[in-house]
């Protein structure tokens, strides 16, 4: 109870600060909305913590929001299922090892250049150059060939049968296409020339840290977007981008790709209160979670006993109910059940505080009188959490873990540090453990259970438990499995591994939250958390 209301409280005086803002600056809010009034109709500007850096679509350090509206693929990932992008359609060989894609005819880039089939075939070639940096990719492992076999048709030959195939050819990156006149000596993975996609807006003007403007693609294929010009502006994220949004300097922000938000749920609420602002949620799109380092030495996270004892530990409704005002609902599996193949029957673990004390009493880690942390033949449970500096809330959730943490005799020291940097940990294993989330919805499971293996992403968090070995097995064979029935079994059998042995630690099940001006139509959501369809916006 005492722990649940001063997290109430951290978060309480949080949305109280921006409101005391607020009420002190009601001229400044008419102001901001008498700007919101007169801003243009056909253009939007989007506040993002982060730079949109380099927009090279075979590499990974691009703004996914960005490159989304720039680049294109050939399939895109639907409610429904998959369906025509910048392939009209497509043949299935009856061995489902090989892909014929039958081109949209008339698409260019922005730069003029025909796409077609040799364009196709000379992005794929480019991707494939690079392997080792995109094997989280299972599909990048396995294409043997890529044939233009016309100017409009193009053979993708597999090594196998590899039932996610289309759903990874739809994502954001790496299987987009950008103008081979970008090419740096015939290829991408050592940089690009320009950024020339087929999407429906263009990058016209980047000044790195400070802005990028994005003007529509009157040519494109699907039709001028009704919004003409879109600005990506850089601004830390809280109270600086709710100001700025009062102020009518910015009027759209949504969840990033590392899916942080940039202002709290109070500002959120007292900016659609002013009358000037909707808020816009999508469904839930992915696990916010812990990830454990079982393979470190020296990690007492790398015993299951002290992972479970984490997971028991965590007071979840407390979380979702403090830090996200219900926005989003606890988690207590890897996959929210919206996910395909997540309907698994699992043990729940309950936030139980003596549960999590007898765990590590059981396994060992034994608490002195009058000692604050628990030992184990002389060493500390003490374990070094990492943080998206970024992210207000994974930073608010980190600390009030460390307080119950401290009242089961387990030392968590918190560590705030650049998403990429966490990232360089997570493919290093230069962690205990690590705040991270599920791939999301277009995703899942395929990507993030392949990344279970794979070693700039998850191995680290897989490879010390015991089964890991038949972990993946488990994971190749569902991954060519031809079979319905086998695919939803091999599935089970892999998420209850993990969910045993408390890997992956869940939080919440996280959404993508768009705050954009009141007038404003056609908001909706794709079937990823890194992208928004700008080009159905407009006034």
């Keep these: 109870m005492t722990l649940t209301l001063s997290l109430t409280l951290i978060a309480g005086c949080s949305a109280g600060e921006n409101a005391g803002s607020g009420n002190n600056a009601s001229a400044g809010n008419n102001a901001g909305a008498g700007e919101a009034s007169a801003r243009s109709k056909t253009s939007l500007t989007y506040a993002s913590a982060k730079d949109i850096n380099d927009m090279n679509p075979h590499l990974y350090t691009g703004s996914m929001p960005a490159q989304g509206i720039v680049y294109e693929s050939l399939v895109e990932n639907t409610k429904e299922g998959i369906k025509p992008l910048l392939a009209e359609s497509w043949d299935i060989s009856a061995d489902g090892k090989t892909y014929t894609f039958h081109l949209r005819q008339g698409v260019t880039f922005h730069d003029g250049e025909p796409f077609n089939a040799e364009a196709v075939k000379a992005n794929f070639e480019a991707v494939l150059a690079n392997g080792e940096k995109h094997a989280w990719i299972k599909l990048s492992t396995k294409i043997a060939s890529v044939e233009a076999k016309d100017e409009y048709t193009v053979v993708l030959t597999l090594t196998d049968t590899y039932y996610p195939a289309l759903v990874e050819l739809s994502m954001t990156r790496p299987f987009v296409f950008i103008s081979p006149k970008d090419f740096k000596e015939g290829g991408t993975k050592d940089g690009v020339n320009g950024f020339h996609g087929t999407g429906p807006y263009k990058l016209t003007k980047h000044e790195p840290e400070q802005h990028a403007v994005f003007e529509a693609n009157e040519s494109y294929w ?76 020296g990690n007492p996270a790398a015993e299951t006993a002290v992972r479970e004892a984490i997971w028991h530990a965590i007071d979840r409704e407390a979380i979702s109910e403090a830090i996200f005002a219900g926005t989003e609902k606890p988690a207590d599996r890897l996959f929210s059940e919206n996910v395909n193949y997540a309907d698994v029957e699992l043990s729940k673990r309950e936030y139980d505080l003596e549960r999590a004390k007898t765990l590590l009493d059981e396994a060992g880690w034994t608490l002195g009188a009058g000692d604050p942390v628990r030992k184990k033949n002389g060493a500390e449970l003490a374990m070094k959490l990492y943080y998206d500096s970024n992210s207000s809330s994974q930073k608010t959730q980190a600390e009030f873990i460390q307080s119950t943490l401290s009242e089961l005799g387990a030392k968590l020291e918190l560590i705030g540090e650049e998403s990429s940097s966490i990232a360089s940990r997570r493919a290093s294993g230069d962690y205990d453990l690590l705040f991270n989330q599920t791939w999301g919805l277009a995703y899942d499971p395929q990507s993030t259970i392949t990344a279970f293996t794979t070693a700039s992403s998850y191995l680290h968090a897989t490879s010390g438990i015991e089964q890991a070995e038949e972990l993946y097995q488990k994971i190749d064979e569902v991954m060519v499995s031809t079979d319905g029935e086998a695919r939803k079994a091999l599935y089970a059998d892999i998420m209850r591994i993990v969910h045993d042995e408390a890997v992956f630690i869940p939080l919440t099940n996280g959404s993508v939250t768009v705050v954009a001006p009141a007038e404003l139509k056609g908001i909706a959501f794709k079937q990823t958390q890194f992208e928004l369809p700008f080009e159905r916006m407009g006034y």
Excluded: C
């Design 222 to 297: 699907g039709g001028a977007p009704t919004i003409k010009t879109i600005t990506s502006k850089v601004l830390p994220a809280g109270e600086t981008t709710f100001l700025a949004l009062q102020k009518g300097e910015v009027d759209f922000v949504f969840t990033d790709d590392r899916g942080a938000d940039s202002i709290d749920i109070g500002a959120m609420n007292q900016l659609v209160e002013s009358g000037d602002y909707q808020l816009v949620r999508s469904e839930p799109m992915n696990t916010k979670m812990i990830v454990a380092n079982t393979s470190k030495e």
